[in-house]
């Protein structure tokens, strides 16, 4: 089977490398792919529009998507970033009769709308702390003013890992508030926020592969959004993340599963947008139990680059049959082995950052470490450079997250451009005491 896989970080390559795995697939083709991507696949110059491009923009893009596929024959195309999802590719696919992995643009509302999301939440009783969504600054600021602790301020459309402001204070919360309402800081995503209770707990990520009915659960991942060791300075798109998350307690665990993740597509499928693709809570756990910070409608980056590394199966067939409804045929088993990616950043990440530094040392990597590419390209004097703030995730598996961890890093050492940087302490947090017991009768949806 000829597969075109939509995407070019470190996500959509840990895909390409674990959809190499497969003994069903023909010739692999990545849109637009990045220099290691393109030594697992033929990569095609389709660049992924934002959400909010203008629309005939994202048309022409669709277009060149369907004809590309149409023109090499695939039989799946895999969509990885949430860009293309919330502006539809999977639905203009399926129209054109090609079969795609990823969910609807109205499914795809649980990540690309905050405030639908909350809603779905609120109606079917999918635990979340409490929330409120606002297009008038003043009634914003009201609110804020009501709450008794701080809160978060979420632009309700994507805005690329920068829509979550976690705020210290109720100034601070007022100063986010005006930035997105009065001054357009996030454009048309910030025009209406929903702003959340902030929580107190832990984080932790949960996927599961869906194909609108049926439900394979993965293993639990957590990732490190603060740019800094010990969870300081400002979020990123992910530092680094391990899996499992051997302090989340069984029973929490199987309350995620069946009070989120089952509870949200048996929700979406009586609503009318079927989920068929990756649908990834991120959840806060409390002393009152989890509770969902946000849904996101594809695979996490970094936790792709430690799930699939402990994936037994073929993702090819899991994927085919998340698109065609017959997930429930699908024996999917994974390891038990922990995984740990540290991802290696630009200098000045998540700030502004320099590209084209060339990247030395990725020959000297042991041969069972897995160096996946976010952000690089090959330059014309064919050297791999850096070529965007995240660059290249180191990932290890071992029996244990300590030693998956100590391998990551040994690798880590190997690598080297100039500014690089990284988190020294991706995974140490796992060995911390397990979660709470979830406090029976504790309201949910509030
Ligand atoms: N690691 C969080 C995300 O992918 O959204």
Known sequence: MDVLLIGSGAREH?????????????????????????????????????????????????GAVVAAARERRVELVAIGPEDPLSFGLADRLQIAGIRAFGPSQAAARIESS???AKEVMRRHGVPMGAAARFDDFEAARAYVESRAGDV???????AAGKGAIVTDSHEEAIDALRGLLVEGALGAAGRTVVIEDRLAGREVSAHAFSDGQHIVHMPFACDHKAVYDGDIGPNTGGMGAYSPASWLRDDVAATVRREVTERT?????????????????????TAGGPRVLEFNCRFGDPETEVLLPRLESDLLEIMVACADGTLDGVDVRWTDEAAVTVMLASGGYPGAYETGKPIDGLGDVDGDALVFH?????????????????VLAVTATAPTVPQAREKAYRNVARIRFDGMHYRRDIGA??????????LVGEGVGE
């Open 429 to 438: 947090s796992d060995d911390a005491p397990p979660s709470p017991s979830p």
């Open 14 to 62: 840990a895909i390409a490398w674990k959809l190499r795995q497969s003994p069903r697939l023909g010739a692999l083709y990545a849109a637009p792919g990045n220099a290691g991507i393109a030594q697992l696949a033929e990569t095609l110059p389709l660049v992924v529009p934002k959400a909010d491009a203008p629309q005939e923009q994202i048309d022409a893009y669709c």
């Open 152 to 158: 978060v301020v979420k632009a309700d459309g994507l």
């Open 114 to 116: 905050k405030a639908f």
């Open 374 to 390: 976010a952000g690089t390209k090959v330059d014309a004097a064919g050297r791999i450079v850096t070529n965007g703030g995240r």
């Open 265 to 285: 597509v048996a929700a979406l499928a009586a609503e009318g947008a079927p989920y068929r693709g990756v649908l990834f809570p991120g959840l806060m756990i």
